[in-house]
């Protein structure tokens, strides 16, 4: 088990500074492990990291491959996430109030239709309180239509 953690450790810290190109802490090994166990967490439950040795010592349901992956896929989707917000924060919070109010005047307008009715109906009350939260999902909600639309 140790032996997978310090190997885990260190695929997160590989995949963090070559593949993610984030020269990030390089703190002890333990922290990238820790850190790597919540997303196993995420994936497997609260004995993540017990589901997924005993996956790569067995070699079941895809053995320490599946695992690798499940954890660049959380790694990915969480540096994205953090990525999207960041942007988000730092455009929203350098616009004046009417600048803000012409953007989500702008958004409603070019993607309205592709919200739920509720947040456009009136004067957009919905919208305007819960406007950045919209951004961050906007990405998202994109992708899913993009793949419905593929099927």
Not at 134 to 141: A, D, G, I, N
Request: glycine residues 6%; hydrophobic residues 40%; positive net charge.
């Amino acid at each position: 088990m140790e032996a997978f953690k310090h190997f885990l450790s260190q695929f997160f810290r590989h995949v963090e500074n070559k593949v993610l190109r984030i020269q990030a802490f390089q703190g002890h090994a333990s922290y990238d492990g820790a850190r790597c166990y919540n997303l196993l967490k995420k994936e497997y439950g609260s004995d993540g990291h017990k589901t997924a040795f005993e996956m790569a010592r067995t070699g079941i349901q895809g053995g320490l491959y599946e695992v690798l992956k499940k954890i660049a896929s959380h790694m990915a989707k969480d540096y994205a996430q953090n990525e999207i917000s960041g942007r988000i924060s730092h455009f929203w919070n350098a616009l004046s109030l009417n600048e803000k109010f012409a953007v989500i005047n702008e958004y409603a307008e070019k993607y309205g239709h592709l919200l739920p009715p509720d947040f456009t109906e009136g004067s957009a009350v919905l919208l305007k309180m819960k406007f950045t939260k919209v951004l961050e999902e906007h990405p998202h909600m994109i992708k899913r239509l993009r793949e419905t639309s593929r099927v």
